[in-house]
Structure formats: structure tokens, C-alpha cells
């Protein structure tokens, strides 16, 4: 079914650091995927989309990555800074309605510096 | 920058309590949706709104869930009879289909905590 889910809940990182943030998903005909931040006490944020016919994509600082193959994504984000502490979630439109995000468990980024 | 707003930031109220949470979403988008956040856990979709109408809803969103566009600019939320499980964060979004659907803009969210 639609899925998606993350592999680590927790990352720490030193600012200055590359932080990369991993997920998971099942459904081989999904064909597009989004990464949202979430600050605490704040609603979700649009960083950066993909799309399957790319492996790659670049937006400020970060990059995210799409493994077809193993159905993983990954969000990476260059020269971490402790304004990037936050909860990062993967998340993808229905297949049946392009409206409704499916979101992952999340990863807690703690940037310390 | 535009942004959708929500209001209360806060609500508390009794169990079997009606509650109304209200969304202005971003004043040229067409799609309106909710969502909401238990404590510690992922976002879950609620409800999407196009045309006046619900275009897609959740398991979650029965049939103590309502939503309702009363005016040009507020998009609500009601839970008829609250219950404790109802205690979450309630996120309200909007998208522009000239941009994409998936790139919904969020607002702050409502704490509902149910007493």
C-alpha cells in the first residue's frame, strides 16, 4: 500500500557538518516524493520535491536523492546549521487523489554548535 | 509572505465537547486540506476540500468530522463530540494547483487538548 517510512529517528550532527536523512517506501508506482521540516511548535514547510524520473535534484543546501531500485530517498543538507534542527519528514501524494500526503514516522535533527 | 493562518493556537475543552477550529487558508488557493499530529507521532491527512466540497477523506475523518468553507476565507474544522483520543496538533493547508498539489503550505496548527 502507500507508505513511507524512515530508517533513523534521531540525528545529531556538529554544525558545519553534512547531515544526510534516510527513507523508505513501498510502493514501487509512487512517483513523487517531498521533504518537509517541521520546527518546533511550527506546522510542516516545504523544502525540496522529486520526482521519479530524476535521481537527483539540488535546491539551497539541500540535496535529495532517489534510489528507484531500492525504493529509498534521502535528503541531504549541506554545512549543517543549528537553524536546521528540526523534524524532517519524507511524504508522497495518493495515488488515488495527488491532494492527500502520505508522511513518514520522521527524523529528529539536533545541530550542535 | 502569504501564509495560512489558524486560530485558536490553543483549545482546550471537555470530552464530548463540540469544537470548531478555523483555518484562513492563503487567499488565492483552491484546495484546502487538515490534518493532524498526535503527540510524538507522523502527520496524518484528514480531509481535502475543492469546489465546496470534500474531495478526499481519511478513516480518521468520521463521521464526528466536519468541514465547512462559510465565507470566501475561513475553512473550519468541527468535531462534534470530542474525545480524549481527539488530543493532537490540527494542521490546516492549502495548495495552489498551478504549483502542485503536493506543495501544500501549512498553517501553525491548533493544540486541541481534550480534558
Known amino acids: 500500500g502507500e507508505s513511507v517510512g524512515l530508517h533513523l529517528p534521531t540525528l545529531s550532527v556538529q554544525e558545519g557538518d553534512n547531515s544526510i536523512i534516510n527513507c523508505a517506501y513501498s510502493?514501487?508506482?509512487?512517483?513523487?516524493f517531498i521533504w518537509y521540516k517541521q520546527e518546533s511548535g511550527k506546522g510542516p514547510q516545504f523544502i525540496i520535491d522529486i520526482r521519479s524520473n530524476m535521481d537527483k535534484r539540488q535546491g539551497q543546501r539541500v540535496t535529495v536523492l532517489l534510489n528507484k531500485t531500492v525504493k529509498h530517498l534521502s535528503l541531504q543538507i549541506a554545512a549543517t546549521q543549528p537553524g536546521d534542527s528540526a523534524v524532517y519528514f519524507c511524504?508522497?501524494?495518493?495515488?488515488?487523489?495527488?491532494?492527500?500526503?502520505?508522511f513518514g514516522q520522521g527524523t529528529i535533527l539536533t545541530v550542535h554548535p | 509572505e502569504p501564509e495560512v493562518t489558524q486560530t485558536p493556537s490553543h483549545q482546550v475543552t471537555q470530552m464530548g465537547q463540540e469544537v470548531i477550529l478555523h483555518c484562513v487558508p492563503i487567499?488565492?488557493?483552491?484546495?484546502f486540506y487538515w490534518y493532524r499530529q498526535i503527540l510524538g507521532q507522523k502527520v496524518e491527512f484528514l480531509v481535502s476540500f475543492y469546489n465546496n466540497e470534500i474531495s478526499e477523506k481519511s478513516e480518521i475523518f468520521d463521521d464526528q468530522f466536519s468541514v465547512e468553507r462559510p465565507d470566501g476565507s475561513n475553512f473550519t474544522l468541527k468535531i462534534r463530540s470530542t474525545k480524549l483520543e481527539d488530543s493532537a496538533m490540527y494542521f490546516c493547508?492549502?495548495?495552489?494547483?498551478?504549483?502542485?498539489?503536493?506543495?501544500?503550505?501549512f498553517g501553525q496548527g491548533t493544540r486541541l487538548t481534550v480534558v
Open positions: 511524504a508522497e501524494p495518493g495515488i488515488t487523489s495527488y491532494g492527500k500526503l502520505t
Open positions: 510502493n514501487s508506482a509512487s512517483d513523487y
Open positions: 493547508a492549502s495548495s495552489d494547483p498551478g504549483i502542485g498539489f503536493a506543495e501544500a503550505f
Open positions: 487567499s488565492n488557493h483552491l484546495y
